[in-house]
């Protein structure tokens, strides 16, 4: 299996997950569902607006290269 290889964006929206959630979500989705699903995440508690963010990174990503294998 291929392994995916993040770049430095990917790395920046990783860490800027951990202090501002739904801006990093924003800029890898847009104001699309994922987006407002990790505000009302984030207002109800930080740390599951963080695991959203990550999981729409890691769900994205997966996504984009089982299209493109």
Do not use: E, Q
């Not at 929206?13 to 739904?22: Q, V």
């Not at 699903?37 to 599951?48: A, E, K, T």
């Amino acid at each position: 299996m291929a392994t995916v290889v993040s770049s430095n964006y990917d790395m920046f929206l990783y860490f800027l997950a951990i202090f501002l959630p739904p801006v990093s979500v924003f800029l890898k989705r847009g104001c699309a569902a994922d987006f407002w699903i990790n505000v009302c995440l984030s207002i109800l508690g930080w740390i599951p607006g963080v695991i959203h963010a990550w999981w729409v990174f890691v769900f994205l990503t997966r996504m984009i290269m089982k299209r493109l294998i």
